[in-house]
């Protein structure tokens, strides 16, 4: 893993809404802020950059494929697919899936209602989860999909092996949690360790001279990592790849 910086997300300047720290991941606090900014100035879907959102689109298409295969392998199974957004944020992608395949039955969840505002016209409250998982969401729900789009990076290797672990445990038979990421390290050597470690002293020396203020906003992690910690939480079948969403994101999906 490398602890990776932003200065601005969507558009919007870290520095314009809130303090950034270069030393502790941005809390909840920090996004409950974002969100309120990228809602003052932008009035919906349609207004976010073109593209970032032509990306989740595809991004969305190549998810309800994969939805469509699970769903036409599911055995003793009654009811539609139930399919679960993990950290979904404006719910742009949920928006596609539920255009795309209007009878599955979407759950999200997000650490805090201040993101909600376009996607809970389109999911029913008792679908919405708010707060970290897994202790935010129900107990008693098995869900065919689990997916993480963009979330991971915020998410230390100990805590994430453990939140996929517990993902696992509540799929249903046959069912599959997927991770999108946008943060794969293509490379971990010792030269490129090294030279990662000069730019993040020379990023904390701009920091605080007040020249480049930058975020900490989480870690790389390579593909090997991925597959490790999927390994770890005891998932079957577990593929990988590449998308063709213009930021060639990286996937990796696991059966139960």
Not at 214 to 239: C, M, P, V
Request: with cysteine.
């Amino acid at each position: 893993m490398r602890r990776f910086y932003q200065e601005s997300w969507q558009g919007i300047p870290f520095t314009t809404f809130a303090h950034i720290s270069f030393f502790h991941l941005a809390e909840p606090r920090f996004y409950a802020s974002f969100y309120e900014e990228l809602f003052r100035r932008y009035k919906g879907w349609h207004d976010l950059p073109e593209k970032w959102r032509q990306s989740k689109i595809k991004d969305a298409q190549w998810l309800a494929e994969r939805i469509r295969e699970i769903a036409a392998n599911r055995k003793d199974a009654d009811g539609p697919v139930r399919v679960l957004s993990i950290g979904s944020g404006v719910g742009f992608m949920e928006k596609c899936l539920i255009e795309q395949m209007p009878d599955i039955e979407m759950h999200i969840n997000e650490p805090s209602t201040v993101g909600m505002r376009w996607i809970k016209k389109l999911v029913p409250t008792e679908r919405i989860y708010i707060g970290l998982p897994p202790a935010c969401l129900p107990p008693d729900i098995n869900f065919d999909v689990i997916y993480l789009s963009a979330v991971d990076y915020g998410i230390p290797n100990r805590e994430f092996l453990r939140l996929l672990e517990e993902l696992r445990a509540m799929l249903a038979n046959d069912g599959e949690v997927l991770c999108i990421s946008a943060s794969l390290l293509e490379e971990d050597s010792f030269i490129g360790g090294l030279v990662n470690g000069m730019k993040i002293v020379i990023r904390g020396m701009l920091h605080y001279l007040g020249i480049r203020r930058q975020q900490f906003w989480g870690w790389r992690r390579t593909r090997k990592e991925y597959l490790n910690l999927f390994s770890q939480a005891g998932f079957n079948d577990i593929k990988d790849g590449f998308l063709e969403d213009g930021f060639e994101s990286y996937w990796i999906r696991g059966k139960k």
